[in-house]
């Protein structure tokens, strides 16, 4: 069942809850929001905006001296009209104690009309003295529905001015509409009038253009980074296991609505840690490619250097914008950093806060939001992140098999103009034992450049000279994968 704010409202008014936030910044859906609930409760709806003041909905004058939000919530207090009263901008001046005692004093007077002052904003944080007053109402991001609806009043609306050619196949209105998720209606509007006017055109090419669009809403705050990249799960060689299980998910993607009849859910994520340099990022790109999902990628590491002493409220604000912009693939990087065991005495805690927004997430998550996260430092993970439940499947992603290594070199060598058929690659894969994937990438980069410098044609003893030169992981950290292969018996499920 979807998600309904008008009834959240229309209850927690009824509740005798004089004032709520309602957790968007869109202000059409705000007062769309607030019309709707209004009418359910039949009362009437004021609207309060900085430069204009306070006026009925649908009436043209103000009420006079009301543009300062002091003077405003003054009407209030004294007004005797049960109504709703919409506060567009007002989340900042909630740190000054006046108003924030103002807004505390209307929602008492509202609780027995009723009533109640509505606060719109994005992540706001409340003071303290208003956290028990003001209810909060979740607006759900747009749907892939309302964005339709949008589209078709757009076209509407422009071939009334204008010729325009639609040339949409069922596929690529899918995917268009699957790009505008995560704007705003009113951005997404815009948007579409641009980039049909331009040309008069609505088809497939729009599509980039609009992904473009989205990209830029995804590194607006500098919290994400959208991720663009042509793998695929044939480009990463073993991981049988975990192939496998993202095949089966993968149905889930291409018809959501019959495996949600089935009774399933959009899956939630995977955990995969084990030996550096194999496979575990690369498996992050192929899964969004192999889903045709977006991928954004948060740098744990970077957002604690960034934004020291803000780090909760950014965590919380990227994780929110992970929702808004689903459904997408959220690539963590090395796990471990954001949410490191032991941390509290070095970082006042942060790393602990922080862990706690992730499981509220991780539990409460409003979006379509598949996570992998990997680790390459496992002692270092907290033991709440490893129960059963935070992820669907938690994967030790071992050092590569003989099969394994053949078709990673056959792969590198193929991304660069060579015929893997020219190759022994079987002597080379047992030549190569012990050797991560991005070992053996290096191999075939190291060997071309020798070739490249002699002139001479690449051939499978300069590759197998290279590997004599190159020590492998297994040998140069033998301890550590030892380690990482008893940690992970009985704990997580092998990926090959």
């Known amino acids: 069942m979807e998600h309904d704010?008008?009834?959240?409202?229309?209850?927690?008014v009824r509740s005798r809850y004089g004032a709520l936030l309602l957790d968007t910044g869109e202000e059409d859906r705000a007062e769309s929001l607030a019309r709707s609930a209004a009418e359910r409760l039949s009362l009437p709806l004021f609207v309060w905006r900085r430069a204009t003041g306070l006026r009925r909905a649908g009436e043209a004058g103000v009420i006079y001296g009301t543009q300062d939000p002091r003077t405003a919530l003054d009407h209030v207090v004294a007004s005797d009209l049960p109504a709703l009263y919409l506060f567009y901008g007002l989340a900042?001046?909630?740190?000054?104690?006046?108003?924030?005692?103002?807004?505390?004093?209307?929602?008492?007077?509202?609780?027995?009309?009723?009533?109640?002052?509505?606060?719109?904003?994005?992540?706001?944080?409340?003071?303290?003295?208003l956290r028990t007053v003001v209810g909060d109402v979740h607006v759900p991001v747009p749907t892939k529905a309302e964005y339709g609806a949008l589209l078709q009043h757009v076209v509407t609306d422009v071939q009334l001015r204008m010729g325009v050619v639609i040339d949409l196949t069922p596929a690529d209105r899918d995917r268009l509409l699957a790009n505008l998720q995560g704007l705003a209606l009113s951005e997404a509007e815009r948007l579409l009038t641009r980039v049909i006017v331009e040309d008069g055109r609505l088809d497939a090419t729009d599509i980039a253009r609009v992904a473009e669009a989205k990209r830029d809403l995804v590194e607006r705050g500098g919290l994400l980074e959208y991720v663009?990249?042509?793998?695929?799960?044939?480009?990463?060689?073993?991981?049988?296991?975990?192939?496998?299980?993202?095949?089966?998910?993968?149905?889930?993607?291409?018809?959501?609505?019959?495996?949600?009849?089935?009774?399933?859910?959009?899956?939630?994520?995977?955990?995969?840690?084990?030996?550096?340099?194999?496979?575990?990022?690369?498996?992050?790109?192929?899964?969004?490619?192999?889903?045709?999902?977006?991928?954004?990628?948060?740098?744990?590491?970077?957002?604690?250097?960034?934004?020291?002493?803000?780090?909760?409220?950014?965590?919380?604000?990227?994780?929110?914008?992970?929702?808004?912009?689903?459904?997408?693939?959220?690539?963590?990087?090395?796990?471990?950093?954001?949410?490191?065991?032991?941390?509290?005495?070095?970082?006042?805690?942060t790393s602990q806060r922080v862990l706690g927004t992730f499981l509220s997430w991780l539990q409460e998550r409003h979006?379509?939001?598949?996570?992998?996260?990997?680790?390459?430092?496992?002692?270092?993970?907290?033991?709440?992140?490893?129960?059963?439940?935070?992820?669907?499947?938690?994967?030790?992603?071992?050092?590569?098999?003989?099969?394994?290594?053949?078709?990673?070199?056959?792969?590198?060598?193929?991304?660069?103009?060579?015929?893997?058929?020219?190759?022994?690659l079987q002597a080379l894969a047992q030549a190569s034992e012990g050797y991560s994937g991005a070992e053996l990438e290096q191999v075939v980069v190291s060997a071309l450049y020798t070739a490249f410098s002699s002139a001479q044609k690449l051939t499978t003893t300069q590759l197998r000279d290279e590997l004599r030169r190159t020590p492998p992981i297994a040998s140069t950290a033998r301890e550590r994968i030892a380690f990482l292969r008893q940690w992970a018996a009985g704990r997580t499920v092998p990926a090959d």
């Open 5 to 12: 704010p008008v009834h959240d409202v229309e209850l927690l």
């Open 92 to 129: 900042p001046d909630l740190a000054r104690p006046e108003v924030a005692d103002l807004v505390r004093e209307a929602a008492g007077r509202l609780a027995g009309r009723p009533g109640a002052v509505l606060i719109t904003g994005d992540h706001v944080d409340l003071p303290d003295e």
């Open 228 to 349: 663009v990249s042509a793998e695929s799960l044939d480009e990463i060689a073993g991981l049988a296991g975990l192939k496998s299980w993202l095949e089966k998910r993968r149905l889930f993607m291409q018809d959501p609505g019959k495996a949600a009849e089935f009774g399933l859910e959009f899956p939630r994520g995977v955990l995969l840690v084990g030996v550096p340099g194999c496979g575990k990022s690369l498996c992050a790109k192929a899964v969004a490619a192999a889903w045709s999902l977006p991928l954004v990628r948060l740098d744990p590491g970077a957002l604690y250097d960034k934004y020291i002493g803000e780090t909760e409220q950014r965590f919380r604000t990227a994780m929110s914008l992970a929702d808004q912009l689903a459904p997408l693939v959220l690539w963590i990087d090395e796990l471990e950093k954001a949410f490191a065991a032991g941390g509290a005495d070095q970082d006042g805690g």
């Open 367 to 424: 979006g379509d939001v598949f996570v992998v996260a990997t680790a390459n430092e496992v002692e270092r993970l907290p033991a709440e992140l490893l129960r059963k439940g935070r992820f669907d499947e938690t994967f030790f992603v071992d050092l590569p098999g003989g099969p394994a290594r053949a078709a990673i070199l056959g792969i590198h060598l193929r991304k660069r103009k060579q015929r893997p058929e020219d190759f022994d």
